[in-house]
Nanobody, 121 residues
């Protein structure tokens, strides 16, 4: 079973920065569309950003210009660079394999356990 593990969350003052990482293991021959989601208490889980198998990127309007999604060359680690953080960015952040390509062994809809981001004013 493929496993995702997020890291890099923490507490930061408004205007600060954090970089989240999502490690994918084990290595497979699969290609994925991957996303970052977040969920604040009492709110619906929302899509923050997605990078598809071709490298095409989309961002939620609320984070455009502040967050950057990227993936390493081997596509084993997903990143989310978060700058100019605001209190409304406070949430649990999750990475996800949205879609998988390559064969029956390629798993889709896999979630990491999440990493907490707290932004204070």
């Amino acid at each position: 079973q493929v496993t995702l593990v997020e890291s890099g969350g923490g507490s930061v003052q408004a205007g600060g920065s954090l970089r989240l990482s999502c490690a994918i293991s084990p290595y497979t021959s699969c290609t994925y569309d991957m996303s970052w989601y977040r969920q604040a208490p009492g709110k619906e889980r929302e899509l923050v950003s997605v990078i598809d198998m071709t490298g095409k990127i989309r961002y939620a309007d609320s984070v455009k210009g502040r967050f950057t999604i990227s993936r390493d060359q081997a596509k084993t680690t997903l990143y989310l660079q978060m700058n100019s953080l605001k209190p409304e960015d406070t949430a649990m952040y999750y990475c996800k394999l949205d879609r998988a390509y390559g064969g029956y062994w390629c798993q889709a809809n896999v979630w990491g356990p999440g990493t907490q981001v707290t932004v204070s004013s």
